[in-house]
């Protein structure tokens, strides 16, 4: 815990058996309990989760990165999270810088942390394909002109948010896709809640998860799609569903019967003793 804050680490899973364990060793201690969500693997992600203790759910069937976080959202929330972070669990992003996220978080002086690659320098040090920091700094530079901010990224996927965010936001009326990151903070910028960035470096390897040209064209397209969305409604020209005040919110745990939980573990296994798995 942080300052009587209970600190949950959520990693929304595909086919992550082959890293996920190296990942799990570096979450800091400090982490009360770690949620895993598979999101129908092939491999055995799952299987691997329960041995090393994390409280596991899978969905009955595929339902995409965005529908993950959803699920791991509302089961942090009903384990009683008052900050969340999002660890993708294929190692890209280390673990180690969790504590930091959660401080700014747990501090009160923000709702939202990311982990930005852009400010340290060294995403393409890191192995960032070139094309895609051109991506990045392009739709961030269109992003921060149309929402007004001045984040150094907005397409990082390690972050950190309140509980009061997430009992906000009308998470559900997002895509259940690659793009419901960047509505998410949209959705956090319009509603007026405050975002930190922390550097933090970034690893590309064969195992890390990363989507296609075409999925990433896509995305592209999404993202300045919900940016242009919020301005309009800003200008009141629109009024997306995302960012309705009456829209969606996460449900109650199995409400839509997606995911069955396979239980494991109840807090952070760096925590504890030796050779337990729970």
């Not at 800003?234 to 919110?249: I, S, V």
Request: proline content about 5%; some cysteine; hydrophobic content about 40%.
């Amino acid at each position: 815990m942080i300052d009587g804050n209970k600190i949950v680490v959520v990693m929304p899973a595909y086919n992550a058996a082959l890293i996920l364990e190296r990942t799990v060793a570096e979450v800091p201690a400090l982490v009360d309990d770690i949620i895993l969500v598979d999101d129908q693997s092939s491999d055995d992600t799952a299987e691997i989760a329960r041995r090393l203790g994390l409280h596991t759910l899978i969905h009955a069937k595929n339902r995409g990165y965005g529908g993950n976080q959803k699920t791991c959202y509302t089961a942090a929330l009903a384990r009683g999270a008052d900050v969340v972070i999002m660890v993708h669990p294929d190692y890209q992003y280390t673990p180690k810088l969790v504590p930091a996220l959660a401080h700014c978080v747990a501090s009160g002086l923000y709702d939202v942390a990311l982990g930005s690659r852009i400010l340290g320098g060294g995403s393409l040090k890191g192995g960032m394909p070139k094309y895609r920091y051109v991506a990045n700094r392009f739709l961030t530079l269109v992003e921060n002109l149309l929402l007004k901010e001045k984040l150094s990224e907005y397409h990082t996927g390690y972050r950190a948010f309140s509980r009061r965010l997430l009992l906000t936001l009308p998470l559900n009326e997002n895509a259940e896709g690659f793009v419901f990151d960047n509505q998410m903070l949209v959705q956090a910028v319009h509603f007026g809640f405050k975002i930190a960035e922390v550097t933090c470096p970034t690893k590309y390897f064969a195992e890390a998860s990363s989507i296609g040209f075409t999925k990433s064209v896509r995305y592209g397209l999404g993202v300045l799609g919900a940016a242009a969305q919020f301005r309009l409604k800003q200008l009141g020209l629109g009024n997306p569903r995302f960012l309705a005040a009456d829209g969606r919110r996460l449900e109650a745990p199995g409400a839509n019967g997606s995911a069955v939980d396979l239980g494991a573990g109840g807090h952070n296994p760096a925590a504890r003793p030796p050779g337990s798995n729970g």
